[in-house]
C-alpha cells in the first residue's frame, strides 16, 4: 500500500498501480448516499489524474457490493433536490474515466449497486454474489442505466423478467448471461480482481485508454460510427512511441520495455 486517501463513505488502497475503491458503509449495505457520490467523484477524479494509477478497482466491505441508492435518503429528498444533486455526477464520471474499472461484486449487487457495476468496464463476482434490479418492489424504477445496459446484455426477455419481477439472481446465472466476466471463490475476490488488473497494467497506458475508450464506444454508437471511431483511435496508438517498441519488441523476440511504468 502506497497511499490512502480519507473519506467517509469509501476506503482507498494503491497497490502498486492499482487503485482499489472500497464502498464503506457496511452496515447499510454500502446504499449510495450523495455524500458517496461525492466522494466517488472526487476520488476518481485524483486517479484519473494520477499518472501512477493505470486499473481502478471498486468492491464493497461487507456482505454486499451495494445496495443500491440509499433509499431513506431518496424519500426524504425532494425531487428538485434530488435532480440537482443527484446520483448522476458518478455515473457521468465514469462514463467519461480514461483508465479501466474492474466492478468486483463481493455480495449484494442490487438497483444503483448494479447500475454502477454495470457501468463498470470488467465485471468479477464472488460465487455468493447476488445481482438484479428489485426497484419496482419500492414503486419506483431503475435510474441509472438499468434498463438501458440490462438489456443490452441480457436481451429484451431475461431484462424485463429482471426489472419487472425485482428478483436477485446468482452470480452463476449472471456470468451465463455475460452479465459477469468471472465468478470466484468468494475468499479469493479481491486477489482474483488484483491479478486481472496487474495483467491490465503491463501493458502501456496509451494503448489501455485508447482501447477502452473505443470499446466503450461500442455501447453508444451504431456500428460505422464506432467503426469509425475505432480507427481514429487505432492511428492514434498506432503513432505513439510504445507502438514502436511494441512492435519492434516482437520482431525482435524479446519483451517490450514501456516507458513511464
Ligand atoms: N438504502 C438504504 N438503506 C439500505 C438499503 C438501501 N438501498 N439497503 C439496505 N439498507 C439498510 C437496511 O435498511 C438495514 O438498515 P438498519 O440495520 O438500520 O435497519 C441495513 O441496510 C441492512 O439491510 P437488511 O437488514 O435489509 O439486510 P438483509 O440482508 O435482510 O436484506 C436486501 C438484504 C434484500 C438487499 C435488503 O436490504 C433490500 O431489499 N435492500 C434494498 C434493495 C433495493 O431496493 N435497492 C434499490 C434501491 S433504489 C435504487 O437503487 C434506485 C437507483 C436510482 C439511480 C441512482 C443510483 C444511485
Redesign the pocket.
Given at each position: 500500500v502506497n497511499y490512502i486517501y480519507m473519506y467517509s463513505t469509501i476506503q482507498i488502497e494503491v497497490i502498486d498501480n492499482i487503485g482499489i475503491i472500497k464502498l464503506n458503509r457496511p452496515?447499510?449495505?454500502n446504499?449510495?448516499n450523495f455524500q458517496m457520490v461525492d466522494e466517488l467523484v472526487d476520488v476518481l477524479n485524483k486517479l484519473d489524474n494520477d499518472d501512477k494509477i493505470k486499473v481502478v478497482i471498486i468492491t464493497g466491505n461487507g456482505k454486499a457490493f451495494s445496495?443500491?441508492?440509499?433509499?431513506?435518503e431518496m424519500l426524504e429528498t425532494p425531487l428538485e433536490e434530488i435532480m440537482k444533486k443527484g446520483?448522476m455526477p458518478l455515473w457521468e464520471k465514469l462514463r467519461t474515466f480514461k483508465k479501466p474499472v474492474i466492478a468486483a461484486l463481493n455480495g449484494?449487487t442490487?438497483?444503483?449497486g448494479l447500475?454502477l457495476a454495470m457501468a463498470c468496464d470488467i465485471i468479477i463476482a464472488s460465487e455468493s454474489a447476488k445481482l438484479g434490479q428489485?426497484?419496482i418492489?419500492?414503486g419506483?424504477m431503475?435510474?441509472?442505466g438499468g434498463t438501458q445496459r440490462l438489456t443490452r446484455v441480457l436481451g429484451k426477455y431475461k431484462a424485463m423478467e429482471l426489472v419487472l419481477t425485482g428478483k436477485l439472481i446468482d452470480s452463476k446465472e449472471a456470468e451465463r448471461y455475460g452479465l459477469v466476466n468471472k465468478v470466484v471463490p468468494d475468499n479469493s475476490l479481491i486477489d482474483e480482481a488484483i491479478r486481472l488488473a496487474r495483467e491490465i497494467a503491463e501493458k502501456p497506458i496509451i494503448s489501455i485508454i485508447l482501447a477502452k475508450e473505443a470499446v466503450a464506444r461500442a455501447w453508444d454508437t451504431l456500428l460505422q460510427q464506432g467503426l469509425d471511431f475505432e480507427r481514429r483511435n487505432f492511428y492514434l496508438a498506432l503513432n505513439t512511441k510504445e507502438a514502436k517498441e511494441g512492435m519492434r519488441a516482437f520482431l525482435e523476440k524479446r519483451k517490450p520495455r514501456w516507458e513511464n511504468d
Open positions: 452496515d447499510k449495505l446504499a449510495i445496495a443500491g441508492a440509499d433509499v431513506k446520483h449484494i442490487a438497483g444503483g447500475e428489485p426497484e418492489n419500492l419506483i431503475p435510474g441509472a
